[in-house]
């Protein structure tokens, strides 16, 4: 059987929302931070495991360990999701943007959408720290572009639109 590829190329599939003061507002598009302007998504999601070897086994043993999450990212910079609305009463994370959340170590909830936010769509969901912010342009991109990288603090959850 023929796999069913999650097809993205509409540009409003591959959506993510940040916010900071609960994950229920990192479901509302009107409290959340939209990230903009991304031109990948990586979700990461890497077992660890600890390998070791006993004087009476010719092999190694492996046992897992915690895994390690985090999502990554590029973007190109949009002003107001980068460095915030400045508008008090705005979420931290949209109040602050990508920088301010990352610079004041802010955990915060996300959600990766992968089709779209609409009833029945799929989304990742967890929260983190934002990190690996590294604004760059130069003359063959005349746009400011950045990774972002979301340290995720525990598990990643699958969930759908209602």
């Known amino acids: 059987m023929p796999a069913t590829p999650i097809n993205v190329s509409a540009g409003s599939e591959a959506v993510i929302h ?8 990192a479901n509302s598009a ?10 990948d998504v990586t979700v990461n999601n ?3 495991v600890f390998r070791f070897k006993t004087l009476d086994n010719t092999a190694e043993s492996a046992v897992t360990t915690p895994a390690t ?5 590029n973007i ?11 508008v008090g009463g705005d979420d931290d994370a949209k109040e602050t943007g990508l920088f301010g959340i990352s610079k004041n170590k802010t955990k915060v909830f996300f959600n990766v959408y992968l089709d779209g936010t609409n009833t029945g769509s799929t989304f990742f969901t967890g929260s983190g720290f934002v ?14 572009v950045t990774p972002v990288t979301i340290e995720v603090d525990g598990d990643l ?3 759908t639109v209602p």
């Open 131 to 144: 990190s690996g912010l590294a604004p760059t342009v130069n003359m063959d991109s005349p746009v400011w």
């Open 76 to 86: 190109v910079v949009d002003k107001t999701a980068f460095l915030g609305t400045g």
């Open 46 to 48: 890497s077992v660890g």
């Open 157 to 159: 959850a699958t969930n």
């Open 30 to 39: 009107a409290d959340a931070l939209i990230v903009p302007g991304m031109t």
């Open 18 to 25: 940040l916010a900071q003061a609960t994950a229920a507002a």
């Open 69 to 73: 999450n985090s999502l990554s990212l």
